[in-house]
């Protein structure tokens, strides 16, 4: 084990990192936009700030450190960096201009590819974030149904909808609206019986990740899909992550069960800002009401459109899913090999599905300095392990075989560290502290 040491790069101190890092948490809140790009989400010192350019598997950075990508930029890379067909579209749309007085003609083919490759799209409304689709589709339910209650389960953006349920993070949001929004527990279908029934006529609808880590247990998307309509609800399914991803048609293709509506962004246009909200006509048909709202300056922008365009037919036409389920599975099942060689297969465990999984730990107290260590470890080596995982369609056989060498260093260290009893020491920043996801309250 850990024989492949030799092939570290020198790397370059992380001087501009610094430097931007300093700078910026004197005139951007957090220093960063995103929660999970956050410098608590990283070893302090080790880890890269900011990233410069990509292409295809790979990331540079500020100090011209080069490393392999793992989690598509938390989703939407799905073809790799910079891809060429995708960019070319972009640049040639560029050539002709990005917003104006009237739609842009790409947005209907756009609309048609959706409806065609998403199982339960019939009409398609466009966005630019996922939390846009999102809030939109707790909107849309209530004002279809004429009822209040969302039932939800998972991550679907900052907005008030959303983070009203959670008191930890429901700062500046109306106390009254915690009584619409009301979370359940994923694979628990009795906790979503129980909003039903406290809820009777008020639930619009069922709001939820098809699947999250793990996936569901048999019956469950049924089971939610029949409560939901029995009592006069609709599904939704939030595809943000899955869509495009999971299958072609996303989640609902992948376990065949299709919700009222389902939310896109990620994966759509392969890293350009875009998003949708598609779903049944008769649904959807009611944003065309008097009394409906919704309008967005940007959201027909016309070069995102034109990256949604190429990245959707390359989905359709390349075996983009084959690749990166293989690719997937050969990382997933290596790391768990090399787990067990290390004999750590108690301690952690890569788990979920080829295509995305997690890398986590199970440490008694906190898991926090196994998992600095492992990523000061892995960042110094040159692979930009986050925890989350998924190949992109540019992912090679080599970027597989050269993250399990430096998962394999990893280990070694995190094993030596944990004979010595001195974990907590190893890391040389500071350690990685909560997510704004990890702070999400269990429903009450
Ligand atoms: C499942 C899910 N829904 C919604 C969102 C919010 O999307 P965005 O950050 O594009 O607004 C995310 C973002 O990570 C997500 O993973």
Redesign the pocket.
């Known amino acids: 084990m850990c024989a492949n040491s030799e092939q570290r790069r020198e790397r370059t101190p992380l001087a501009r990192s610094r430097e931007l890092q300093e700078r910026a948490a004197a005139v951007i809140p957090y220093a960063s936009q995103t929660g999970s790009k956050r410098l608590a989400q990283f070893v302090q010192g080790i880890s890269p700030s900011h990233i410069e350019r990509a292409a295809g598997a790979r990331l540079w950075d500020p100090d011209g450190n080069e490393y392999i990508d793992c989690n598509a930029s938390?989703g939407p890379i799905i073809l790799g960096h910079n891809h060429p067909a995708v960019r070319a579209a972009v640049s040639d749309q560029l050539e002709d201009g990005t917003v104006f007085t009237m739609e842009h003609p790409l947005q209907v083919g756009v609309a048609e590819a959706v409806t065609e490759m998403v199982p339960c799209a019939e009409m398609v409304k466009y966005a630019k974030?996922?939390?846009d689709v999102?809030t939109l589709a707790a909107k849309l339910a209530r004002a279809s149904t004429g009822r209040n209650v969302i039932a939800t389960q998972?991550?679907?953006?900052w907005t008030d909808t959303w983070t009203c349920a959670n008191q930890r993070i429901a700062a500046g949001i109306p106390d009254k609206l915690a009584a619409y929004t009301k979370p359940f527990e994923y694979n628990d279908i009795e906790s979503v019986e129980e909003i039903f029934a406290n809820h009777p006529d008020d639930v619009a609808a069922i709001l939820t990740?098809p699947v999250n880590n793990e996936p569901p247990e048999d019956g469950f998307l049924e089971d939610l899909r029949d409560l939901a309509h029995d009592h006069g609800a609709l599904l939704v399914f939030?595809e943000?992550?899955t869509g495009f991803q999971a299958a072609p048609g996303g989640a609902q293709e992948r376990f065949d069960v299709i919700p009222d509506l389902a939310c896109f962004?990620?994966a759509m246009a392969n890293g350009y800002p875009f998003?949708a909200l598609a779903g049944r006509r008769e649904v959807m048909r009611h944003m065309e009401a008097d009394d409906f709202s919704y309008s967005m300056t940007n959201a027909g922008e016309a070069a995102s459109l034109a990256a949604a365009a190429a990245t959707l037919e390359i989905l359709r036409e390349e075996p983009v899913h084959d690749h990166i389920r293989e690719h997937g599975r050969r990382l997933r099942e290596g790391y768990n090999d090399l787990a067990a060689e290390h004999g750590l297969e108690t301690m952690t465990e890569a788990s979920g599905f080829d295509e995305r999984f997690s890398i986590g730990f199970d440490v008694a107290e906190s898991d926090g300095p196994v998992r600095s260590l492992f990523m000061q470890a892995a960042h110094s080596r040159g692979v930009l392990f986050t925890g989350s995982h998924m190949p992109t369609y540019s992912h090679t056989d080599v970027d597989i075989d050269r993250t399990l060498a430096v998962y394999d260093d990893c280990l070694n260290e995190v094993k030596t560290a944990l004979d010595a009893g001195d974990v907590a020491d190893r890391p040389r920043g500071d350690p990685i502290g909560s997510t704004l996801r990890q702070r999400w309250e269990e429903p009450a």
């Open positions: 938390l974030n996922g939390n999102t998972g991550y679907h953006g990740n939030d943000v992550l962004a990620k998003s």
